[in-house]
């Protein structure tokens, strides 16, 4: 039998909801051949302001950083090809998808409704946009204690 996935994309960030995409990625990676893509979208810095004042990270400083968070997490998992991009992570994470002929993409899903408003909704955009079928990762909850 073919490999139903033969490409899937693992879209990661620095959130501890990304540790169950991981495991769920590299789970159906295990079933059967193919490339496994962790790519992490790193967006342009905000500035943080405090009065009159404005700082900035610099974007090089920030793409350093990603890079090396994106290559530890994928020194974990043989075979994983990592991606670093730049932009707004919806609409990059669809280009990523459209250029690599990926046939599954695995991100989290789990910002309230603030955040989607505020941030954007990275899930609902890419499920409604991306050129292939996605799976959507929510958080495990939490155990409850006796």
Do not use: N
Request: charged share 15%.
């Amino acid at each position: 039998m073919a490999a139903p996935y033969a490409r899937i994309a693992c879209f990661i960030d620095h959130d501890p909801v990304s540790e169950f995409v991981l495991a769920e990625a590299v789970a159906l990676r295990a079933l059967s051949p193919g490339e496994l893509h962790l790519v992490h979208v790193a967006q342009t810095p905000w500035p943080i302001y405090a009065g009159f004042y404005g700082v900035v990270v610099p974007i090089e400083d920030a793409l350093t950083a990603a890079r090396e968070w994106l290559d530890q997490q994928a020194a974990a998992v043989p075979g994983a090809i990592p991606t670093l991009m730049e932009g707004w992570p919806p609409k990059a994470a669809c280009e990523f998808v459209r250029t690599h002929e990926i046939d599954l993409v695995v991100a989290a899903a789990h910002r309230g409704a603030v955040e989607r408003t505020f941030l954007g909704g990275f899930a609902s955009y890419v499920a409604y946009h991306a050129a292939c079928s996605v799976l959507l990762v929510h958080p495990q909850p939490a155990p409850e204690s006796a």
